[in-house]
């Protein structure tokens, strides 16, 4: 695969959780990057998810590294749970967060992986000051908080400034989306600089099976590189 292949993470938000480890593995086998696992705790956003204990399960049934994003009322407190079930990354919100720096150190001196979500409405300037300490930032394609939404279009021109911000500042930060991303959004996401696409809905609710859903995204990631 050439270095620059779009990567795809497969969120578990949309599994059938009674069959969690067998839908997992079949996203691995059919080309997975990492697996997203979605924190929701109530208060953050306006619905609950899963916690460590599925990241540890996880652990015990794929390679792929395991993405946590945290979309939840001070993660700082809850990282070492994760790290000890198994998580590989974190994401963090830029909203809500008044100790911002603070949250990414912590991430870093456990040896993990950090990334910065920015929901829908939170303009790109924000990275500015943040950008060189991360490896990921994350742009919501929908408001956090729920799976099998529609991807919202008018994030494409601030993916673009994203993109722009990262080629100046840190190129080797990763540009990721999440929410709504089908064949179609994915191809204009990887136009406007994404490189990582978090899919739920097309991928564990395909209609074909996860193995087509995968397959079509990652048809529509190829088509947009040549
Ligand atoms: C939304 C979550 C997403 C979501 C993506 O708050 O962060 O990861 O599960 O799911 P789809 O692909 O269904 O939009
Ligand atoms: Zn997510």
Known sequence: ???NAVK?????LAANFARL???????E?????RIHVDVMDGHFVPNISMGAPVVKSLRQVTRLPLETHLMISDPDFFFDEFVEAGSDSFIVHWEGDNNLHRTIHRVKDLG?????????ATPAGVLQ??????????VMTVNPGFGHQHF???????IQRV????QQVRPGCELELDGGIDATTASLGVKAGANVLVAGTSIFSASEGVAAGMKHLLAATKQTRT
Do not use: F, W, Y
Request: glycine letters at 6%.
């Open 29 to 33: 086998r059919c080309g997975a990057d």
């Open 163 to 166: 993109r722009r911000i990262i």
């Open 129 to 138: 000051e943040v950008l060189p300490d991360l490896d990921l930032v994350l």
């Open 112 to 120: 993990k992986r950090v990334g910065l979500a920015i929901n829908p």
């Open 21 to 27: 480890g067998e839908q997992v593995a079949e996203a």
């Open 152 to 158: 919202i279009h008018s994030t494409l021109a601030k």
């Open 1 to 3: 695969m050439p270095q």
């Open 8 to 12: 795809i993470a497969p969120s578990i």
